[in-house]
């Protein structure tokens, strides 16, 4: 998310969020801000420390390289570099440090409120293999999670997590030769939301990647829906072993949400499954519930803006769900 271009003020950085966040700004008040302006010595001496290693990593890259080089080697620059990078990364691990317990700071009393629980470095989710048996992802030979948020939202379970998948490749040159290197095949946010009913069929929703999509379908017992709204028809293709079912999920408003969740999260290529029960949902972006620019004020509203709106974004997009598959919502209708 781009960064606003002046400091906000606590009312500001509530504007337009749901009613149930009205408990946070006394909260911020009286237990959140004392806490991060406890840090910001810290934050000033990390930045501190960052800066004078990003002066010595300049002053490494030149003198190694200029040093290696008067030795007659090609390298001399490389070396250099690798000085430097390693200098600035030194450099860094105070505000990385610092960083990770900002974001604890600001996750934890609103996960608290709302009867989750989180973890900054979970093991492999469930949930992340079921995503991969319905398609949503490739398969990989690595991967790394973070920012698990296990709850309860309107009566449906969800948990929520962010993943790192790559794939190991290797390619021979002309000499024999081999490299191997490591390709992302996603890096993004995962939900997965459990509902009080079960689903008779399996529909998927893909963000619409034009003429590729028509293999998405292809030798698969799913066919193609064909939403009535031209808007999302455009946006999204969607494909279902019960045509009947995937158009009572899918309405406007979900899919509208949809579309805000993929702006909010500043993501792309995001889709979904619904199957035995479960709301199974990918989107590619950058990551979400972090602290920000550790140059900013520990207690900068910017920061905590951007928490709030995607705590909003999820629980939204869960709202628009759980509240039309519960037993109420469900009764008098008919879903062959």
Known sequence: ????????????????????????????????????????????????????????????????????????????????????????????????????????????????????????EPAAPQEIFEMKKLGLVGGWDRASYEDRLDGTRGGAPFHFFEAHLEEKRTTTDSKGRTQTTWVTIFRGQCLAVKFMKEFNGVTKVYRDGGIMNMFKGFGQKEQRVKLEDPVFEKAFEVFSSDQVEARYILTPDFMERLLKLEKTFEGRQLRCAFAEGQMLLCVEGKNLFEAGSMYRKMDDMNRVREMLTDFAAVFLLIDSMSQRLTPESLRGTVIH
């Open 1 to 120: 998310m781009s960064e606003p271009k002046h400091d906000l003020s606590l009312d500001e950085a509530m504007a337009g969020l749901p009613a149930d966040f009205a408990f946070f700004p006394e909260r911020f008040r009286t237990q959140v801000c004392p806490a991060l302006q406890a840090k910001e010595i810290e934050r000033l001496a990390a930045v501190k420390m960052q800066r004078n290693f990003g002066i010595g990593a300049v002053a490494a890259f030149f003198a190694l390289g200029l040093i290696v080089q008067a030795f007659g080697s090609p390298w001399g620059w490389a070396v250099g570099g690798v000085a430097g990078f390693a200098l600035w990364g030194i450099g860094g691990m105070g505000l990385a440090k610092l960083a990770k317990e900002t974001k604890v700071m600001l996750i934890e009393p609103i996960a608290s409120q709302f009867g989750m629980t989180f973890q900054l």
